[in-house]
């Protein structure tokens, strides 16, 4: 969503349980800072005042939290900037819409365009093929059929494979 005007950070890209925490921010922190100063670097070559100069920056997580600093010291007031924190997707629900909302509110707020987070039918029909069954679904109407008896029944599973979205109808075990 970088293009769209939203840029997601976590304070490290490893973790293992052997090592703590720190250890690993500390050696991501220097490369996070490199692509952060990219990214602000390329949309400052925009226009001022163009609607995608500007960037939300979703800060993942507690110790992601503490990387607005340095973002606000890179950016060195280049760029508008704004942040939304959000909750890692490893501790809590990921889907929470509050996250999303402050996402949208701040690009609004900034003078972006907003973000439709979930796709429509239609997006679904361009970007995966639809089965039911053995049978290919063709029309927008059988598609929006199968996504609402995939996530409307618990009996319904719907399997997501090589981008083939496909709903057998048969009870789980």
């Known amino acids: 969503t970088i293009e769209e005007g939203v840029m997601w950070l976590n304070a490290s ?19 996070v800072a490199k692509i952060v100063d990219i990214v602000i670097t390329a949309k400052s070559n925009l226009p001022v005042g163009h609607k ?20 606000q010291k890179v950016n060195r007031g280049r760029i508008p900037l704004s942040s939304v924190g959000a909750h890692n997707p490893a501790v809590e629900a990921f889907h929470e819409k509050f996250s999303f909302q402050k996402i949208n509110e701040s690009l609004a707020a ?6 439709n987070f ?25 598609a929006a059929e ?3 008896a995939a996530t409307a ?11 083939v979205l496909f709903n057998d109808d048969e009870e789980s075990d």
């Open 110 to 115: 900034l003078g972006s365009d907003t973000i």
């Open 13 to 31: 890209l490893t973790l293992n349980k052997e090592d703590p925490v720190s250890k690993h921010t500390k050696f991501w922190a220097p490369i």
């Open 118 to 142: 979930l796709p429509s039918v239609n997006d679904v029909m361009r970007h995966y093929s639809l089965r039911r069954g053995e049978e290919q679904v063709e029309t927008v109407g059988e």
């Open 52 to 71: 995608d100069r500007a960037i939300v920056v979703v800060l993942w997580g507690g110790f992601a939290k503490k990387l607005w600093k340095m973002v």
């Open 146 to 148: 199968v996504l609402q």
């Open 153 to 163: 029944r618990p009996a319904t599973r719907a399997i997501m494979t090589e981008g």
